[in-house]
């Protein structure tokens, strides 16, 4: 296990709601990223969180967002969810700052209606 | 071209079989790379690093040739327990993300 936790492990929200996902970061890790990963896909990058900072962001729009906390752990929101949000969404953490090894959560499997 | 190249598979190898998955990436910025492995519906772990020409870990061989952008992973007696997606992922270049392929499927038979 990687020590990375991620709630809920499952999410039924319905189109044109509003959703936020939560993640744990490993002891000892600052440095956390997003990732969309759609059925029969990889994980697509949505954005890194440094430092309470956005440090690099994916081609996604502006419903996505997020926050660090200075514990680290950090929150994804998407507003007015589209049908085609439905994925699994994954958080990493990582020590070091940038394209570095980063270690996965569980995810959290959100399905819009 | 895909940031990204991986053969989908799947691979169907009996146990004890000696299986290489290959991986061409666009990005000739990308410095770091990576395999990860991904079972069914669970999270990307972690197989191994590629920092330089390669890595070596038991029956787990990386190969990275930066001047064909292309990179290599050699699974030697294989285990029922291999079997799994294999992700490619160089990193994003100038950028702080990790770049996925839609992986490889490798499925060992007893």
């Known amino acids: 296990e990687t020590g990375v936790t991620q709630s809920p492990t499952h999410l039924i929200k319905t189109r044109g709601q509003q959703v936020t996902l939560r993640c744990s970061s490993q002891?000892?890790?600052?440095?956390v990223s997003w990732y969309q990963q759609a059925l029969g896909q990889g994980p697509q990058f949505i954005f890194q969180?440094?430092?309470?900072?956005?440090?690099g962001r994916g081609n996604f729009p502006p419903r996505f967002s997020g926050l660090q906390f200075p514990n680290y752990s950090s929150e994804l929101n998407v507003n007015a969810l589209e049908l085609d949000d439905s994925a699994l969404y994954l958080c990493?953490?990582?020590?070091?700052?940038?394209?570095?090894?980063?270690?996965f959560g569980p995810g959290t499997r959100l399905t819009v209606t | 071209r895909k940031e990204v190249e991986q053969d989908p598979g799947p691979f169907n190898v009996p146990e004890g079989a000696t299986v290489a998955f290959n991986c061409t990436y666009s990005?000739?910025?990308?410095?770091?790379f990576f395999w990860y492995r991904q079972d069914c519906r669970k999270e990307p772990k972690l197989l191994m690093s590629?920092?330089?020409s390669g890595n070596e870990d038991g029956r787990f061989t990386a190969q990275l040739n930066r001047a064909s952008q292309y990179i290599s992973l050699l699974i030697r007696d294989s285990k029922l327990s291999d079997s799994a997606t294999y992700l490619c992922?160089?990193?994003?270049?100038?950028?702080?993300?990790?770049?996925f392929g839609t992986g490889t499927l490798l499925a060992v038979q007893p």
């Open positions: 992922v160089p990193d994003g270049g100038a950028t702080n993300k990790l770049i």
């Open positions: 990005n000739s910025a990308s410095q770091s």
């Open positions: 969180y440094y430092r309470e900072e956005e440090n």
């Open positions: 590629v920092y330089s």
């Open positions: 990493a953490s990582s020590p070091l700052v940038g394209p570095a090894e980063q270690y």
């Open positions: 002891s000892g890790h600052n440095t």
